[in-house]
């Protein structure tokens, strides 16, 4: 069965940090990862898509890699800003099914 | 296009009364989810639908859910009789063949 942890639950980074978000997953025939943003409040927010023949997925400040041999993917955030503050969501995608992390909840530090 | 359109935003209603949640996808999407967030589960997938017909509904929580697609600009989520442990976010998303799927702003839902 497929599980998808996101390590840490919450982090809290001075504003201008390069900063690396974590998703582990157990099954690594997956077709394909998503990350997400989420604002209390809001609906989730597609930021990369990662397909499983590529390893990264670039959107200016954010870089997304996924090495499907060990179960990783990481979020990589460039120079950090308080408008960067929310939830951080991954989710794997196989066959019919789409499993979520229960996010990263970060705060950027002004 | 404006987005994928969920109504309510917001419902109260008491147990054992139905709930309809609405959702229309952007316009040339095939693929519709519905999902559930809650603090002790995150985000789970309930049902989804590939051009209106549903493909995997094995995260329905229960035979008092129940979600329909008539055409490719609308689809419903039922809850009938609703329960306070159904209390939560429910989002719709959609997507095209491409698989980046867009939310909806969500619908909270409260069974007191």
């Known amino acids: 069965k497929q599980e998808v942890t996101q390590i840490p639950a919450a982090l809290s980074v001075p504003e201008g940090e390069n900063l690396v978000l974590n998703c582990s997953f157990t099954?690594?025939?997956?077709?394909?990862l998503q990350w997400f943003r989420q604002d209390p409040g809001k609906g989730l927010t597609s930021l990369l898509l990662i397909q499983s023949s590529q390893r990264e997925q670039t959107s200016g400040r954010l870089n997304a890699s996924l090495d499907k041999s060990s179960g990783r993917s990481t979020l990589y955030i460039a120079a950090s800003q308080p408008g960067d503050s929310a939830t951080y969501l991954c989710a794997v995608f196989r066959d019919d099914k789409i499993i979520f992390g229960k996010g990263t909840r970060l705060h950027i530090l002004p | 296009d404006a987005g994928v359109i969920q109504s309510p935003r917001h419902e109260v209603t008491e147990m054992g009364q139905e709930v309809t949640l609405r959702c229309k996808p952007i316009s040339g999407h095939d693929y519709l989810f519905w999902y559930r967030q809650t603090m002790m589960r995150g985000l789970e997938l309930l049902i989804y639908?590939?051009?209106?017909?549903?493909?995997?509904d094995s995260g329905m929580p229960e035979d008092r859910f129940s979600a329909k697609m008539p055409n490719a600009s609308f689809s419903t989520l039922k809850i009938q009789p609703s329960e306070p442990r159904d209390s939560a976010v429910y989002f719709c998303a959609s997507s095209d063949f491409s698989d980046e799927q867009f939310f909806g702003p969500g619908t909270r839902l409260t069974v007191l």
């Open positions: 639908f590939n051009n209106n017909v549903p493909i995997d």
């Open positions: 099954d690594s025939a997956i077709y394909n």
